[in-house]
């Protein structure tokens, strides 16, 4: 069974910056694809960054150069790390996993398959 537990939301100032974590179980595949996924109330579930097993990466064009995704294959970990932090950037992060094979960066939610619970992040101006 695949789990992904999110953590690291927190509420910071504008400006500042903020980690997150997306702990992996149950899917272990070199083809494969991630991402991180953002939604703000009122608003549609948005992508931020996906990357592949392979690691190529592609970001959403509001967050490019203050966010980049990284993943640590032996703590089956996803990473978001969040720079220069917006109020803008204010949402709850979604960790999101593709299915088994798919080795394919896309910010389309439609793509993944197994989704985590969330973490929220404030971002105060």
């Known amino acids: 069974q695949v789990q992904l537990v999110e953590s690291g939301g927190d509420s910071v100032q504008a400006g500042q910056s903020l980690r997150l974590s997306c702990v992996v179980t149950?899917?272990?595949?070199?083809?494969?694809?991630m991402a991180w996924f953002r939604q703000a109330p009122g608003h549609e579930r948005e992508g931020v960054a996906s990357?592949?097993?392979?690691?190529?990466?592609i970001y959403a064009d509001s967050v490019k150069g203050r966010f980049a995704i990284s993943q640590d294959n032996a703590k089956n970990t996803l990473y978001l790390q969040m720079n220069s932090l917006k109020p803008e950037d204010t949402a709850m992060y979604y960790c999101?996993?593709?299915?088994?094979?798919?080795?394919?960066?896309?910010?389309?939610?439609?793509?993944?398959?197994?989704w985590g619970q969330g973490t929220q992040v404030t971002v105060s101006s």
């Open positions: 999101a996993a593709g299915p088994p094979g798919l080795r394919l960066e896309t910010l389309l939610p439609e793509w993944y398959k197994y």
């Open positions: 149950g899917y272990t595949y070199a083809k494969r694809c």
């Open positions: 990357i592949t097993g392979d690691g190529r990466e």
